[in-house]
């Protein structure tokens, strides 16, 4: 039987702690909550009330409810009024000689069989237990902000950590209804030491001004379901704390990929720490304030005049080439559809047939609207057949000699002045523009999968791609409802290039045996709120596509961190390349 909590201990009521109070008081247990001072009491109460305010308005307390979580909750500035409480939760400042202290002063202060919980996110549980004479009862207990919403927690243990605490402590967050993971003692544990890298890699891609805040934040939102963008999240953490934890990760793991972005540094110096502060990434309406400030710096801008486009050609006739056919003619384009024969045109016709049909049943066209988009869909089989068309989007296999080829085909085919578009998801655009006479005039349009739904387009402009070029580019994505993000000519642009070290630096967690696949799925999908966990995108991505596109990433930036994990490349030999051929990280039943 597990071990009955009946009054705990926080000490620390900032926003973590005042959360973590709520969450306890809320599940019927009494509380003692410690802070510096009466100030600190104050802000501690205030975040109480504020938060049990909101959930009142919304329907998910009662007036006798809440009063009844306050009185639960006894506020005092002596650490000795914790002498009684079965279990302590430390949520001070992420500092380790400050943990340290306030350990070692609660050591001698609480019962022998009391266990010492740390809320550190990133702090070595270990050096924070070695400062009590009871390290067996020192666990990690983190909690994911805001702690009363997000129901995921890490129970940490380190290497003394007794295996009853560990099974009392998960017991206990389950008591108030949240989904514990067990791991061990690393820099960042699960959640953070894979959401940290990616969002330090974001700020390095602003730093060199790769991309805008804002196509960075919106490429991962809508290319990947994220909730919030990087630089987004970022101001919502507080930059000082990312810093922490970087630095944190950093020192244990000594890839360079921890290692905190220059730019953090510059702008914790100058006080923009977030909406904490009322400015980071983004200007807000007042500190700790979500409202941003419209007009701070913009999005991205496209200075010269697009050219007119009324007829699209699409080249390919797979899965990606009839979606984008499909886009531009709902939109109320002429589309000429290029495929290697006539029963492939007729084919590819007849699955965007197929699809506008779904999308009648479901009430999202009318019959008349899917009739008059396809009747503007042209099946062709000569290039020739492209002529007169304004814009070419080629969607061919991803294999570069079979898009050169294609590229210096419509070169020949189309007129002057006829921009011609790659859907690549990682190959270099300008070597299918070195295989035309118009480099000027060839650049990357790489909608994502499925083009009818996915809303975000990567408009990848080469050293050679004119501005009025990119313009076009832009307002065509406008134009049939897509939203276009900005950015070079470099392997994974912003999406994959983000996304993939990420994916596989979960699969090198797993190979170390640091963590379960399930359990990391849940991390990041209950603990950062992603739509998806790493293993199970990476089994419907496919692992030797993820294997390709990482080793791409691996070869144009020779950054070692990007090196494929081990685990990731015998999965591919052995023929495990997830859903498709129904085992990846997971064994699938037909």
Not at 92 to 98: A, C, H, I, K, Q
Not at 129 to 153: E, I, M, Q
Not at 369 to 380: D, Q, S
Not at 540 to 569: C, H, K, M, W
């Amino acid at each position: 039987m597990a071990r009955e909590f009946s009054s705990v201990g926080v000490v620390g009521l900032g926003t973590m702690g005042a959360g973590i109070a709520e969450v306890l008081a809320r599940s019927g247990l009494d509380v003692v909550a410690v802070e510096l001072d009466d100030a600190g009491i104050t802000r501690g109460r205030g975040h109480l009330e504020h938060s049990t305010a909101r959930a009142l308005a919304k329907g998910k307390l009662t007036e006798d409810e809440r009063d009844a979580l306050l009185g639960r909750v006894r506020c005092t500035t002596s650490l000795a009024e914790l002498a009684d409480v079965d279990l302590v939760i430390e949520a001070v400042p992420e500092g380790l000689e400050l943990k340290a202290d306030v350990f070692a002063q609660l050591d001698k202060i609480i019962k022998p069989e009391t266990i010492l919980a740390s809320n550190t996110s990133s702090l070595s549980v270990t050096e924070i237990g070695v400062h009590t004479s009871r390290p067996g009862k020192v666990v990690g207990l983190h909690f994911f902000n805001p702690a009363p919403v997000l129901n995921f927690v890490e129970v940490v243990r380190t290497v003394v950590t007794e295996p009853d605490v560990v099974t009392d402590v998960v017991a206990f967050a389950q008591r108030l209804g949240k989904e514990p993971v067990v791991t061990g003692d690393r820099a960042g544990f699960i959640a953070n030491a894979l959401l940290f890298g990616y969002l330090n890699h974001a700020v390095r891609m602003y730093e060199a001004r790769y991309a805008t805040r804002e196509d960075l934040d919106a490429a991962m939102r809508l290319g990947c379901g994220y909730p919030m963008g990087p630089l987004a999240l970022l101001d919502l953490i507080g930059l000082d704390t990312a810093y922490e934890i970087l630095e944190s990760m950093y020192r244990q793991s000594r890839n360079r990929l921890h290692a905190p972005a220059p730019l953090l540094k510059q702008m914790i110096t100058a006080g923009l720490l977030g909406r904490k502060s009322g400015r980071g990434f983004y200007a807000y309406q007042a500190p700790d304030s979500p409202v941003v400030v419209d007009g701070v710096t913009g999005g991205s801008t496209v200075d010269a005049a697009p050219r007119e486009v009324r007829v699209v050609g699409v080249v390919g006739t797979g899965t990606m080439a009839t979606g984008i056919a499909e886009v531009f003619a709902k939109r109320g384009f002429d589309v000429v559809l290029r495929a290697r024969s006539e029963d492939k045109a007729r084919a590819a016709l007849g699955k965007v047939g197929k699809s506008l049909d779904r999308q009648v049943k479901k009430g999202r066209l009318t019959e008349e609207e899917a009739g008059a988009a396809l009747e503007r869909i042209r099946p062709a089989v000569e290039f020739a057949e492209l002529a007169d068309v304004d814009l070419v989007i080629e969607a061919v296999a991803e294999e570069l000699e079979v898009k050169r080829a294609v590229f210096a085909a419509l070169d020949d085919a189309v007129k002057p002045g006829a921009i011609l578009a790659t859907t690549t998801s990682s190959l270099p655009v300008i070597e299918c523009a070195a295989a035309t006479s118009r480099p000027t005039e060839v650049l990357g349009l790489h909608f994502f999968n499925p083009a009818p739904v996915m809303k975000l387009v990567e408009v990848v402009g080469t050293i050679a791609t004119a501005p009025e070029v990119v313009a076009t580019a832009h307002a065509v994505c406008e134009a049939v409802g897509k939203h276009p993000v900005h950015c070079g000519d470099r392997a994974g642009f912003i999406v994959n290039a983000l996304l993939f070290p990420y994916l596989n630096d979960a699969v090198k967690m797993l190979e170390a045996h640091y963590a379960e696949a399930a359990d990391i799925d849940t991390a990041m999908k209950v603990g950062c709120g992603l739509p998806m966990g790493p293993f199970e995108l990476l089994d419907v991505v496919g692992l030797d596509v993820s294997l390709a596109i990482q080793r791409t990433l691996y070869n144009e930036f020779r950054e070692a961190g990007f090196a494929p994990a081990p685990l990731l490349e015998h999965l591919v030999t052995a023929g495990r390349l997830g859903r498709k051929t129904g085992k990846g990280f997971r064994d699938y039943t037909t």
